[in-house]
């Protein structure tokens, strides 16, 4: 019924920029907070930064000051604009989007993932 597609992903020198989308479709209601996790090898999956429908915004301490997570609430996409990339960025990054399909159903939904790799 819901789809997260993610696109974006890819490599990126130390120093670059990336910007990666997702795009949720299919019956939605509405679409509360949306996020961004990554899970590199061997480490647990890590909230990279999220921003509720209303506009706040939250980020990992280790991407503050260089990613930014944007909306645009009418396409229901949400945005991570990577900026001074690091190798230690290099992961799997995830969409999640918490999605109401009627006014009392609500999910949580993720995307398959796209990976970023930081090297040169």
């Known amino acids: 019924q819901v789809q997260l597609v993610e696109s974006g992903g890819g490599l990126v020198q130390p120093g670059g920029s990336l910007r990666l989308s997702c795009a949720a479709s299919?019956?939605?209601?509405?679409?509360?907070?949306m996020g961004w996790y990554r899970q590199a090898p061997g480490n647990q999956r890590e909230l990279v930064a999220a921003?509720?429908?209303?506009?706040?915004?939250v980020y990992a301490d280790s991407v503050k000051g260089r990613f930014t997570i944007s909306r645009d609430n009418a396409k229901n996409t949400v945005y991570l604009q990577m900026n001074s990339a690091k190798p230690d960025d290099t992961a799997v990054y995830y969409c999640?989007?918490?999605?109401?399909?009627?006014?009392?159903?609500?999910?949580?939904?993720w995307g398959q993932g796209t990976l970023v790799t930081v090297s040169s």
């Open positions: 999640k989007a918490n999605i109401m399909l009627t006014l009392i159903t609500i999910h949580d939904y």
């Open positions: 299919g019956s939605i209601f509405r679409i509360n907070a």
């Open positions: 921003s509720t429908s209303g506009g706040s915004t």
